[in-house]
């Protein structure tokens, strides 16, 4: 009795709450693929792919995969750069790194990841997004680099006042931005219906019935779209074109490995073998690679709409995949009558989403300053440069930041004016600190005894132990007079290391 009805409880659950997923994922698909620089059905298929293959596998149970809005600017600069060609070469070299990385069991190090980098990287995305779509909403051209979309907007409010159709798609993108708060502000039965495709839906609808000189989708056809491919790999000669690879893996890898970890913590569920799931997310981008589409992460807002629907298990991420292949096979031509401005205000959303608004005030009253400087500079090296750099200018500052901050030393100075000057040097005293210690040293009376306490040095490298000797040596000789140093007690390590070598 209990086996039939356990299955019958699980498809009561996760069939409705596959359909809210559904419902959700189809104008991100759609509007991610466009802002790509791609055919909108391959944001289709890798939604797909993402619910009939990655669902299937282990890793996580309850997360959704598909297209990224974190990823968007990225895959329109390889896109812009590398063709549609380039691009599916790019998805599957990175997906078979990402296979090889869970396989090496070495997923859980990705969450080792500074989470100011991250919130950096999707910050610099989310800006980047939104000023790209502003032209989208206007129906203009987004221009290609990262502040020719800042520099060009006094450009397009020119436009806007100027042109007649200009206004009438930024009133359509304006329109379908407000009915999404507005959905999502209601109450009641209503919730689980989502926002944007009822402002997608209702910005079609509105367009078609009064013939509004709005921009719609370009519809090719499943099959016109997807060109399969086994890789062009005389491209991975192009270092430009590995610098790309790797920045896809580790921000696709990251983002879903910290969408799991988000995910982890809305369920009470199996938690997330995070090597599996980096393994499940690579065979996924090598499949969606060799079908030339967009590359997949977990997504934080389709996962989340999943748990919240009530999920149990993968079914319901499998369910989404299968009407998203329905959908496209059965109505593609649906498609056509979406309003591009319609997209694009989905995804100034999205982008509004991805930025740290929350984030940062917690961080700055948290005295966490630090972390909140990370993450700016991340964000701003993306805009200013591209993906790969600005990962890498985060990552850099973060290890300085890591590195200053566990050197933290504090020297206190205790002076009776009479008898010897107690000094005391406590915390990590390494070459980053090696200045605050010696002008301190350097400033105490060349005619005084010194009794230096170091019991609370945690840790001293080589170059502040030589320079403590040097400054011991230099006030003997220099005032006749001794420096009594308090070292720290010895370790059960350090008495055997002693021991053996007195033996």
């Known amino acids: 009795m209990t086996s039939v009805a356990l299955p019958w409880r699980t498809l009561r659950t996760d069939l409705p709450a596959s359909l809210v997923v559904f419902l959700v994922a189809l104008p991100l698909c759609v ?11 391959l944001g289709l298929v890798t939604g797909i792919v993402g619910g009939l293959v990655v669902g299937f596998m282990p890793g996580s149970s309850l997360q959704v995969s598909g297209p990224a809005a974190g990823l968007t600017v990225l895959v329109a600069q390889a896109v812009d750069r590398y063709g549609l060609a380039g691009l599916g070469t790019i998805v599957l070299v990175a997906g078979l790194l990402q296979v090889a990385l869970g396989l090496l069991r070495l997923g859980r190090w990705f969450r080792a990841i500074s989470v100011a980098v991250v919130q950096g990287m999707l910050a610099g995305i989310g800006m980047l997004l939104i000023v790209g779509q502003l032209y989208v909403l206007a129906g203009g051209t987004t221009p290609h680099s990262g502040p020719g979309k800042f520099t060009g907007l006094s450009g397009l409010v020119g436009e806007v006042v100027r042109s007649h159709p200009a206004r009438v798609s930024l009133a359509v993108g304006v329109a379908t931005l ?7 502000a209601l109450p009641g039965p209503l919730r689980p219906v989502p926002g944007a495709l009822v402002a997608v839906v209702a910005a079609a609808g509105a367009t078609a019935a009064f013939e509004l000189p709005v921009d719609t989708l370009d519809v090719e056809g499943l099959l016109a779209a997807v060109r399969p491919s086994l890789g062009h790999w005389d491209t991975l000669a192009d270092v430009g074109l590995l610098a790309t690879v790797a920045t896809f893996t580790l921000v696709a890898s990251a983002e879903s490995l910290f969408s799991a970890a988000a995910v982890d913590r809305l369920h009470q569920g199996p938690r997330t073998d995070f090597d599996r799931e980096l393994v499940a997310q690579g065979t996924g981008n090598t499949l969606c690679g060799l079908l030339g589409a967009l590359p997949m992460t977990a997504v934080i807002v389709r996962s989340s709409a999943n748990v919240r629907a009530g999920a149990r ?17 059965a109505v593609p031509g649906l498609l056509g009558l979406i309003p591009l401005a319609a997209l694009a205000a989905v995804l100034v959303h999205a982008g509004v989403k991805l930025m740290p608004l929350r984030t940062v005030p917690e961080l700055w009253r948290g005295q966490h300053q630090g972390e909140v400087v990370v993450l700016a500079v991340t964000a701003g090296a993306i805009v200013t440069t591209d993906m790969f750099t600005g990962v890498l200018v985060g990552l850099g500052l973060a290890v300085v930041k890591t590195a200053w901050e566990t050197s933290h030393v504090r020297v206190t100075v205790l002076d009776g004016g009479t008898g010897p000057i107690e000094v005391s040097i406590a915390g990590n005293a390494t070459f980053l600190r090696l200045p605050t210690i010696l002008t301190t040293l350097n400033g105490l009376p060349a005619d005084r005894t010194v009794r230096l306490d170091l019991r609370g040095l945690r840790h001293v490298d080589f170059a502040c132990r030589s320079a403590l000797d040097s400054w011991i040596d230099t006030h003997n000789g220099n005032a006749g007079v001794s420096v009594h140093v308090v070292a720290p007690r010895p370790t059960e390590d350090n008495r055997a290391r002693m021991a053996d070598a007195a033996e």
């Open 31 to 41: 509007g991610i693929a466009v802002a790509s620089g791609v055919p909108a059905e």
């Open 178 to 184: 407000a009915v999404m708060l507005l959905w999502d």
């Open 313 to 329: 298990t993968k079914a319901s991420r499998v369910l989404h995949g299968v009407w998203l292949l329905l959908f496209t096979a």
